[in-house]
């Protein structure tokens, strides 16, 4: 077990103007300059709209998943055809935001616009990383903190456990930038 994983939507739109949505634990952090975030796609040896869409357009969006949705979120992960929304077969909503061709989920406490950049294939797996860079930050207001902090508990974001476990993290206390302790 790897611990608690980010819960978060990714959102695409083919060129065929088919919008999708699906649910991933695996979004990281990669780098801040450029703002780098990456992803594991289980292998391409099935249909996967979420990289197709990526791959065809180049963009995609994503978006948090707060304790709201979660029942909706979880339901993204079931395997439609590329011809069918998954927005439509839920009451996730799209959202158009800053001119993007890829669709944010409407009311996600934290959206975030991405541009691919590259992908690494994992041979040991067949499973890929994606990177993409951040090109739009919408976060709820009341989130930031003056210091730049996002306090996520806010928005009762939730993470993920295993494949379909959710829990609701707890922010309860944050430390200084650590320097190393004087020796005697």
Do not use: W
Request: hydrophobic content about 35%; some cysteine.
């Amino acid at each position: 077990c790897s611990g608690y994983k980010s819960a978060n939507l990714i959102g695409t739109k083919s060129a065929n103007g088919i919008s999708n949505v699906a649910i991933f634990s695996s979004v990281i952090h990669l780098g801040s300059e450029p703002a780098l975030l990456g992803f594991i796609l289980r292998p391409t040896t099935v249909a996967r709209n979420t990289y197709d869409n990526i791959k065809e357009t180049g963009v995609y969006t994503i978006n948090h998943v707060h304790q709201a949705i979660v029942e909706e979120a979880h339901h993204t992960s079931a395997k439609y055809d590329a011809s069918i929304s998954e927005f439509d077969m839920t009451t996730l909503e799209e959202d158009y935001l800053n001119h993007f061709h890829a669709p944010y989920v409407k009311d996600a406490p934290v959206q975030m616009g991405m541009k691919y950049v590259e992908e690494y294939p994992i041979k040991e797996n067949g499973t890929i990383l994606l990177i993409g860079e951040i090109q739009h930050l919408n976060i709820n207001d009341p989130l930031l903190k003056e210091d730049g902090f996002v306090n996520l508990s806010e928005a009762n974001v939730v993470a993920i456990n295993g494949l379909d476990g959710y829990a609701m993290p707890i922010s309860q206390t944050r430390l200084a930038y650590q320097r190393p302790r004087k020796t005697s």
